[in-house]
């Protein structure tokens, strides 16, 4: 069975088969992890992300790690939180499962999620934490995959704490 963990750090650090981006659509870098990520992988990362042209709301594209210690890049463009009523569940839902279907076509064991969308474009942490668990889950027990240990990294204690209580209670529940 997979595991499925909470962890407090910096994504950038991971030694995992592929960590995820919470990019935006022009997938040429920002702010928060994305920003991050393209600082600690260097230019290389830039460069084959021009080649991409872009990637849509909800869905995901895969580069190499470069000076990462993680192998791959999985770029995700999360929803902007506008509110609730402009599809962002949904969206949302959809950055970590197409993430995970190009994770089982690579056939990864061991993949990173930062908490996609609660930073900078504002989705409510409770919520988005609840989307993220539960997709996730559902696709691990449903879908063919290699997957043998998937992380949610946290970059706050609180951020932690939802995660690991979210978790819990999803152990209690099986
Ligand atoms: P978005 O634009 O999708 O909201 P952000 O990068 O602003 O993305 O935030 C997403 C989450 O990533 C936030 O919880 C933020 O604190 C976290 N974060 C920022 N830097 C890192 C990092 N180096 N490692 C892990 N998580 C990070």
Same mark, same amino acid.
């Given at each position: ?11 950038? @650090?991971?030694? $995992?088969?592929?960590? $995820? ?17 393209? !600082? ?9 992300? !021009? ?9 995901? @594209? ?8 993680? @192998? ?5 463009? /999360?929803p902007?939180?506008?509110?609730g009523?402009?599809n962002e569940a949904e969206l949302l839902a ?14 990864? @064991? !061991? ?8 930073? $900078?474009?504002?989705y409510?942490?409770?919520q988005a $934490?609840d989307i993220?668990?539960?997709?996730? %889950?559902?696709?691990? /027990? ?13 970059? %706050? ?18």
């Open positions: 069975m997979t595991r499925l963990v909470a962890e407090l750090g910096d994504i950038t @650090k991971l030694e $995992v088969d592929a960590i $995820v981006n919470a990019a935006n659509e022009s997938l040429l870098g920002g702010g928060g992890v994305d920003g991050a990520i393209h !600082r600690a992988a260097g230019p290389g990362l830039l460069s084959e992300c !021009r080649a991409l042209s872009g990637c849509s709301t909800g869905q995901a @594209k895969i580069t190499q790690g470069y000076k990462l210690p993680a @192998k791959f890049i999985i770029h995700t463009v /999360g902007v939180w506008r509110g009523g402009n959809s950055c970590y499962r197409e993430s995970l279907k190009l994770a089982a076509k690579y056939k990864f @064991k !061991r993949l990173a999620f930062p908490s996609i969308s609660t930073g $900078v474009y504002g409510p942490i409770e $934490v993220a668990i539960t997709t996730v %889950s559902t696709f691990l /027990g449903s879908s063919v995959h290699d997957l043998e240990h998937v992380i949610f990294c946290c970059f %706050s204690e609180s951020d932690l704490n939802l995660y690991q209580s979210h978790l819990s209670a999803l152990n209690q529940d099986e």
